[in-house]
């Protein structure tokens, strides 16, 4: 079955450095994809989603690229802030099925 | 729109005890999650509906949990009799189904603790 695989964490960086969080899937077919983000005592919410190869999803600083290729969707930041300390899911959804998440990465930064 | 909502946001119960967790979706949604997350095992789906059908339960732990959805606006999780064990975060979440590229949208969960 569908499947998504993260980079394990907890990952721990200092302001301003780079991010990367690798996320891996295995699906049937051509899914989309999505980076979900839970900040402390919070639902998870959207960050950014792609939904064909080579798309490229953005938002707040946050970017992923759909690589069909490899079978990969990273998610990196040039330059991290303390406020984006928090637990980061990949998720892949393929037709009309539920979405399926990876383990989540926590992700703190310190200043 | 206000979002999913669930309540109780917090619940504390005793073992043994039935607990009734709810969900109303965003209006226009017509399909529902119940997700359960801890510490040790991240999060798990549990059910999910599409047009108030539940499509897939493979997920519910045991016979103690049922869930359902009696209409398009609600939806509710019942765990009888609880266990310490069940203690978690149960998050709700709503999306259109039937696209693809739909994301789904999570309430702020219910906390529950079993003593």
């Known amino acids: 079955g569908d499947s998504v695989t993260q980079m394990e964490g907890p990952v721990t960086l200092s302001e301003e450095a780079f991010l990367t969080i690798n996320c891996t899937y295995t699906?049937?077919?051509?899914?989309?994809l999505f980076w979900y983000v839970q900040y402390p005592g919070e639902g998870l919410q959207l960050l950014l989603k792609?939904?064909?190869?080579?798309d490229k999803g953005s938002n707040k600083g946050f970017e992923a690229t759909y690589r069909k290729e490899t079978t990969s969707f990273h998610l990196e930041k040039g330059s991290v802030q303390v406020s984006d300390s928090a637990v980061y899911f990949c998720?892949?959804?393929?037709?009309?099925?539920?979405?399926?998440f990876g383990q989540g990465t926590r992700l703190t930064i310190n200043p | 729109d206000a979002g999913v909502i669930q309540s109780p946001r917090h619940e504390v119960t005793e073992m043994g005890q039935e607990v009734t967790l709810r969900c109303k979706p965003i209006?226009?949604?017509?399909?529902l999650f119940w997700y359960r997350q801890t510490m040790m095992r991240g999060l798990e789906l549990l059910i999910y509906?599409?047009?108030?059908?539940?499509?897939?339960d493979s997920g519910m732990p045991e016979d103690r949990f049922s869930a359902k959805m009696p209409n398009a606006s609600f939806s509710t999780l019942k765990i009888q009799p609880s266990e310490p064990r069940d203690s978690a975060v149960y998050f709700c979440?709503?999306?259109?189904?039937?696209?693809?590229?739909?994301?789904?949208?999570f309430g702020q969960g219910t906390r529950l603790t079993v003593v």
């Open positions: 979440a709503s999306s259109l189904g039937g696209q693809m590229n739909t994301e789904a949208f």
């Open positions: 699906a049937t077919g051509y899914p989309s």
């Open positions: 792609a939904t064909k190869a080579d």
């Open positions: 998720a892949l959804k393929e037709g009309a099925q539920k979405l399926v």
């Open positions: 209006s226009g949604h017509n399909s």
């Open positions: 509906f599409n047009n108030n059908v539940p499509i897939d």
